[in-house]
């Protein structure tokens, strides 16, 4: 908890951290504190979102949407990679947040489900919003500029706060209203090829920028055999799980497979031996209120069952289901990894998506 920036520092932050940014005129008198009579601030966290549109610039700083005052945002990041500072007041972005999401940004602790009955909290009094320019359709690309920008900002933030990348949320994290921003496709990140974006991966790009001095620059390669390769596998299309049955989820797409052990259309995402540690988006339709899917990583050898990991479970809610279950182990030499859904409601229910990212040191 801290006062929010005052102009001069945002100034030195983002330039330390190597942000590229302009001021857009008026940003450092700009804010909903007067019309709400709310001071902006202290401050827990940063929250992102994306804008489900082009060119938002105005919208956001000055113009904002119908029900909805300017501005709707602390800073405003298009795809050049730009970022444009709009207000450092009280912001109209965040909405109801869960209590006990807030509460875990607070501890920096990993984030629950977000659960409305925890209560809520406007999230506008303790967070700063930032809008990045995407569709929001899953399909529109964040640029590796935008990328890069996004997460300076977010480690500028921290840097300046002394908080770790535990203190950054995406607005899917802590909406009790169903928000499912920010998310689509990365371009690439460093070395890393196109990716799916998620809030766990990007938070470990923010926490490896805050381990170097705020000058570090990801780098464009690496070839250091100590170096984890990366793997990013999903689906191609959404597939219907039945109720009470075990299903492993086979992976059809391969957006990167640097391990390049995963066979295409394979329920297997790695073999031994191999630690790894990523984490896996679910995202379930027509999952009834409170009930559950569990997810298992499972040890196999060949085609037999050898052990089971320990259970994660996928609630319904209002919002929709969405889980993001980590993924950590070592595998030995001869095992493979899949993962496996069990459907415990009564209702068929569809898998709409299942993405896995994980880093993966391979062993000899
Ligand atoms: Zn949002």
Known sequence: ????????????ALTAEGVPFTE???WTERGRDAAT????????GVLNHHTAGTNSLATIAVNGRPGLPPPLAHAYLPKTGVLALVADGRANHAGLAAKNVFNAIVAEKPFPKPDANSGTIDGNDALYGIEVENLGDGVDVYTRAQYDTWVRFNAAICRHHQWGAGSCAGHLETSVEGKVDPRGRVEGYGSRSPFTFNMAQFRADVAERLAHPASWSPSAQEDDTDMPQYANLGLVRPYTLAPGAWHDIQFTQEWTDETGDHAPNSEVFVEGPARFTGSLSLRFEDLP?????QVRMSEWEGDELQQVHPIHEVIGTPGGAYGIVPLTKRIGSGRSMRVRLLNQSPAEIEVA????????WKES
């Not at 801290?2 to 100034?11: E, G, I, Y």
């Not at 209120?289 to 899917?293: A, H, L, S, Y």
């Not at 998506?353 to 993966?360: F, G, I, M």
């Open 1 to 12: 908890m801290s006062p929010p920036m005052t102009p001069a520092q945002w100034r030195a």
């Open 24 to 26: 857009y005129p008026g």
């Open 37 to 44: 009579g709310k001071v902006f601030g202290p401050v827990n």
């Open 289 to 293: 209120v409170g009930d559950v899917v």
């Open 353 to 360: 998506s299942a993405v896995l990212t994980t880093l993966v």
